[in-house]
């Protein structure tokens, strides 16, 4: 497929507004897509991607699978480099961003430049069809090589320079880019611009795809949605839909190493928790971040040992295994064959008490000198589901019945054999403890111990549910603490003044409302000055305007707010205001679209 085919085709779904016009779009999209050819196999005979799987993830802004955490590390200022070099020799990359200041968008702004016309040595460089074999015509066609552009060329050269690394990579990732740019037409640049960082922005969900290929390819929507939840790669999804139907849809399964969505939990009571379900499984909350860790038994070497691989992936399936060596070392000494567990990480004190949230951040932000952070913050896993064990997937087992296998999966290397039989859940290392109990006193004092332990309290399953990977359902509750929380984007800030001028001090805060962000108040309480320096460091790259001490902020970070109530008030967007707003940390391990909703916070006014 020509990718000014799918440009004009993503301009089509930009411009309707109707959902299940969009879904019928991106359907014949896909249809057209699968239509295109089979993948070519590399040179080490590995089947590439192909065209419908690229499509698939392309219209949602995607390069690569949603598992996958190979990113193009490529950032705004690169890419209106390339921009400007492929616009002309009279225009330079602070053209761009001052021209993205009044268009306000990526895609129209490279959509307002003529390309094709750079020649010389600079418009031959990169691969996948950009580099000097693929024509050195100038001006014909769609861009400014005789040839056209394929999603196919587009896709190899990003996934070129992705891979690029070390010295001088990030002026061949330029380069890469320039040359794509390059052969571009202005329609072409725009869903290019906004494909490389990640800003589709054409009103394609995950949903919409996801409908999408159940009606491209004649397959029930239930049965495409467990697909993506075991394989979270809508490319490949699509492309077994189209080749192997319902038959191949139902025989795909989790795989170790290739990481799944998290399964949510939403805030609830114990009362409402008891009236649905009779009796309820309860957990202690920690005060930690999420983590999915992959382990598999390899196969055995000349010298008769077996090599392990383990993996560790955060809540937005991040590989932060390098980050995290405690993880991997101890499932290297528990774990006796294959799984995939669902914990959490938390940090602890020489005596083993849980230290704040913030702790753990400094871990998984790490990628360098681990070993001396690690002297200086120690973590430890609990592990409260398993997904997998022993090659059979348990995603459809009831929660009790997934506890017990995680119980024997943790203390088979203590017993030697029967899985954990004899074993006292408190002394199997890395088991979250689960009670079941349908007496709201006993949960009060389950409840009370975990505060006094230092966590966060309590979290509440129903002991039937089963595992909806990337579903916040009402299966799983967060207890509803006496001061409640929200989860809200920094939209904005305001540089302080005195000692703190040069931080960031006051910040917007804001709720999701559908696909757009409404104000909902700020908060300037709770922030000592030393964190104050690490989030002006965390919001600064974030800064899309300024206008005297006031400062616009792309959504890209979300905060934890406590608050004392919820009030009705015009001042915001949103229409209502936080009372006392209080500021309790960075929640690093969600992106803006995981904030709470406007719907959310108008049920909790009403509460």
Not at 35 to 42: I, K, L, M, P, T
Not at 442 to 465: F, V
Not at 564 to 583: H, K, V, W
Request: aromatic letters at 6%; glycine letters at 12%; a negative charge.
């Amino acid at each position: 497929m020509e990718f000014a085919t799918f440009a004009d085709r993503a301009g089509t779904i930009e411009a309707e507004p109707a959902d299940l016009e969009i879904v019928a779009h991106v359907r014949d999209l896909l249809a057209d897509a699968g239509n295109d050819g089979e993948g070519r196999r590399s040179s080490k005979d590995a089947v590439e991607p192909q065209t419908l799987e690229l499509v698939a993830r392309f219209v949602q802004g995607r390069v690569f699978p949603a598992w996958d955490s190979t990113t193009l590390d490529i950032g705004p200022s690169a890419c209106y480099e390339a921009i400007a070099r492929a616009a002309g020799t009279n225009v330079g990359a602070d053209d761009v961003e001052d021209r993205l200041a009044e268009v306000g968008e990526i895609g129209d702004v490279a959509a307002s430049y003529e390309f094709g016309g750079q020649q010389g040595l600079g418009a031959f460089t990169g691969g996948g069809g950009v580099g000097a074999g693929s024509g050195g015509g100038v001006g014909a066609g769609s861009g400014g090589n005789g040839d056209d552009l394929t999603v196919r060329e587009v896709y190899d050269t990003l996934e070129e320079l992705a891979a690029a690394e070390g010295s001088g990579s990030q002026d061949r990732k330029v380069d890469l880019l320039f040359g794509l740019y390059n052969r571009c037409s202005s329609e072409e640049a725009r869903y290019l611009a906004r494909l490389v960082l990640s800003e589709m922005r054409i009103g394609v969900g995950e949903g919409s795809v996801r409908d999408a290929i159940a009606e491209a390819f004649d397959v029930p929507h239930d049965r495409v949605e467990r697909a993506l939840q075991v394989s979270n790669d809508y490319g490949q999804v699509a492309r077994i839909a189209r080749d192997e139907g319902l038959e191949g849809l139902d025989a795909m399964d989790l795989a170790v190493g290739r990481p799944v969505q998290a399964m949510l939990a939403q805030a609830g009571t114990v009362t409402d928790a008891l009236e649905e379900w009779d009796e309820a499984a309860v957990e202690w909350k920690y005060d930690g971040a999420r983590v999915q860790l992959h382990h598999v038994l390899g196969a055995s070497g000349g010298d008769g040992e077996s090599a392990t691989e383990t993996r560790v992936f955060s809540r937005n399936m991040e590989d932060v295994t390098g980050a995290l060596p405690e993880v991997v070392e101890f499932a290297e000494e528990t774990l006796e064959e294959p799984v995939i567990l669902d914990g959490e990480v938390v940090a602890v004190d020489d005596g083993g008490n849980p230290l704040p949230f913030q702790e753990v951040l400094k871990r998984f932000r790490r990628k360098h000198d681990v070993a001396k952070v690690r002297e200086d913050v120690t973590v430890r896993p609990v592990f409260f589901d398993c997904l997998h064990a022993g090659g059979a997937d348990l995603l459809e087992e009831p929660l009790t019945a997934r506890h017990d296998r995680l119980r024997s999966v943790l203390a088979e290397s203590d017993v030697g054999g029967d899985a954990g039989d004899g074993v006292a859940d408190d002394d199997i290392e890395g088991l979250s403890l689960l009670w079941r109990t349908d007496d709201p006193d006993e949960i009060e004092s389950i409840d009370a111990n975990a505060l006094e332990a230092g966590h966060e309290g309590i979290m509440l399953k129903d002991p039937d549910s089963t595992y909806s990977p990337g579903r916040r359902g009402k299966h799983w509750r967060k207890r509803k603490p006496d001061v409640e929380t929200l989860d809200c984007v920094v939209t904005g800030a305001e540089w302080g003044e005195g000692r703190r001028a040069t931080f960031l001090g006051t910040f917007e805060l804001s709720v999701q409302s559908g696909d757009d962000l409404e104000t909902v108040g700020k908060v300037a309480t709770g922030i000592t000055d030393e964190k104050l320096a690490e989030l002006t460091e965390l919001l600064e790259p974030h800064i899309a305007a300024e206008e005297g001490q006031e400062v616009d902020l792309e959504p890209a970070v979300v905060f934890e707010v406590g608050y004392e109530e919820i009030q009705s008030s015009p001042t915001y967007s949103s229409g209502y205001a936080l009372r006392f707003p209080r500021f309790q940390g960075v929640r690093s391990d969600k992106d803006p679209a995981d904030a709470d909703s406007l719907e959310r916070l108008e049920r909790l006014q009403g509460e």
